[in-house]
């Protein structure tokens, strides 16, 4: 199949929904290498119908070894069920329906593997666009993305006061998460590790004062990492205060809506709900601003990001009429960022050289999924690290980038108080 060529289902279900029979249609993909692992993303159009509105279609890859180490099934099932199952019941929790709108609309929906697919409405037709993943976010950019996350999250909140067996019901089915399991493949966390011993090896060959401590921080983190994105992931002891997160909140997955000949994005949809979770609400927002910003703009305005977070949850929960202060308290707030600031730099290990990389540059994902199929049965370490060096994607070009970026992190990680976990791996007091 072609890149842009739907599948037989997808066909079937647009004849369907729209009885277009016999009307020429139109697809062609809308996003580059690199930019979705979970399939093609097409938008489709009907030329001879002017008046006809464009959808975005989401197909699952065939590939079996990537199906299978990307947990395409799981992923597909978990997006359905948060447009199916969770935003209908946010949409509810106001009564003039204003309390969630961050989300398109999901039109249909087909979860026979393997040709899973996911219909929306296209929102580039209201003027929706994405933030280019070689374009760094804006200070505009970064608070409208946190008000629309807030949006999310304070439906979490406002839906555990009003109906708290509903709020346990969907939580049930997120709970367990499908990124970080205790039986994740090791070569996906040696990747990671890889990454980490890279930078640390990077610094090195730099002077400072500081280069000690963050070789620590790096160090720690690469011998921990596994351990280290569980406890963030499940959050335990944080109930009540943890929500159904995004789960992949990074710079692709929103988009943003500019007024006429106005430059500030004044309104963000989210996209992408394949690995939402219920988890701390402080790891989609660090997993953003680290993986996503540079240090220079959190530098500037990391205080004001975290002040828009908190009074956008604020103001959406008043329109319920409940305090925010008394349901997730600001000290709670700011002590969650502490405790799981780590998740910053976790993600920043896994997706930095896949967000610097050019399309030419991003490896093909069926040919190292295949290469990872190949290793299942062994428990070689040595194997990993030599698959995972053989499709290193950093260069000569992106590999400054790159410490830039994660120095950026771990310096971070040291300034906003952010390493407890790090060095107290074994005590529960970090919990």
Not at 295 to 322: E, G, I, N
Not at 363 to 388: C, H, M
């Amino acid at each position: 199949m072609s890149e842009s060529e739907l599948s037989s289902a997808v066909t079937s279900a647009l004849l369907k929904l729209y009885q277009r029979h016999n009307v020429p249609m139109v697809s062609q993909p809308i996003v580059g290498v690199g930019d979705n692992a979970y399939g093609q993303v097409l938008r489709v159009s009907w030329p001879t119908i002017p008046e006809a509105a464009n959808v975005v279609v989401k197909m699952a890859p065939k590939n079996e070894a990537r199906r299978s180490h990307m947990h395409v099934v799981d992923y597909y099932a978990r997006e359905v069920f948060m447009y199916q199952e969770v935003f209908p019941i946010f949409r509810e929790l106001s009564p003039d329906r204003s309390t969630y709108t961050v989300a398109p609309a999901l039109h249909a929906n087909g979860l026979t593997a393997p040709h899973e697919f996911l219909i929306f409405e296209d929102l580039s037709g209201r003027d929706f666009r994405p933030n280019s993943r070689s374009t760094m976010p804006t200070y505009d950019i970064v608070i409208c993305s946190l008000k629309a996350l807030a949006e999310l999250h304070a439906c979490s909140f406002i839906l555990q006061q009003r109906n708290p067996a509903k709020f346990k019901e969907l939580v049930n089915f997120v709970k367990k998460d499908n990124l970080f399991t205790p039986d994740i493949e090791e070569v996906t966390i040696e990747f990671g590790k890889a990454q980490l011993r890279k930078a640390r090896n990077i610094l090195n060959e730099s002077d400072g004062e500081q280069v000690a401590a963050l070789k620590e921080v790096l160090e720690s983190c690469e011998k921990n990492l596994k351990s280290l994105a569980l406890y963030c992931v499940e959050g335990k002891s944080q109930a009540p205060y943890k929500v159904i997160c995004h789960g992949d909140f990074w710079n692709n997955n929103i988009l943003y809506r500019h007024e006429p000949n106005f430059d500030q994005p004044v309104e963000a949809k989210l996209i992408d709900f394949q690995m939402s979770r219920y988890a701390p609400p402080v790891l989609d927002i660090i997993h953003y601003l680290f993986a996503c910003t540079e240090k220079k703009l959190r530098d500037d305005h990391f205080s004001t990001f975290m002040d828009t977070y908190y009074d956008t949850l604020d103001q959406k929960l008043a329109t319920c009429d409940l305090c925010l202060g008394e349901i997730y308290p600001r000290s709670v707030f700011n002590r969650q960022l502490q405790l799981f600031g780590v998740y910053g730099l976790i993600m920043g290990a896994f997706s930095l050289p896949f967000f610097i990389s050019n399309a030419n540059e991003v490896i093909d994902i069926d040919t190292v999924s295949e290469a990872i199929q190949d290793l299942t049965t062994s428990s070689d370490e040595t194997k990993y690290k030599e698959l995972i060096e053989e499709y290193d994607m950093l260069n000569a070009r992106t590999l400054p980038i790159f410490k830039r970026r994660i120095t950026g992190i771990v310096k971070d990680i040291i300034k906003y108080n952010m390493t407890e976990p790090l060095f107290k791996m074994d005590s529960q007091s970090v919990l």
